[in-house]
């Protein structure tokens, strides 16, 4: 698995500023994609957006080499994925 690479790649990773989303988008990350770290840092009942845990992972991967952006949009609604979806074209194209 070594050789697996997605150099020249987007990974848009939802969920990704805690748990299981966070090691997706560093794991991708690590292996060369540039990655939007989505996550609107909301409590679990949804209230508040909190950039926080979306920008910590940005930092991280941008400390390892990499590139990733934060995006605190929600997925659920179709507003919010075709936000993500745009802050991904904004940013790499």
């Not at 697996?4 to 690590?30: E, W």
């Not at 926080?52 to 941008?62: D, M, Q, S, T």
Request: hydrophobic content about 45%; aromatic content about 4%.
């Amino acid at each position: 698995m070594s050789d697996l690479r997605f150099d020249g790649r987007v990974a848009v990773i939802t969920g990704a500023g805690r748990g299981l989303g966070r090691d997706y988008a560093l794991l991708l990350a690590s292996l060369g994609a540039k990655v939007v770290v989505d996550d609107p840092g909301a409590a679990i009942s949804g209230e508040d957006v909190d950039s926080g845990p979306a920008e910590e992972v940005v930092r991280e991967i941008r400390a390892a080499g990499g590139e990733a952006v934060a995006c605190t949009e929600s997925v659920a609604t179709a507003e919010g994925g075709r936000a993500i979806v745009q802050a991904a074209l904004d940013n790499y194209g």
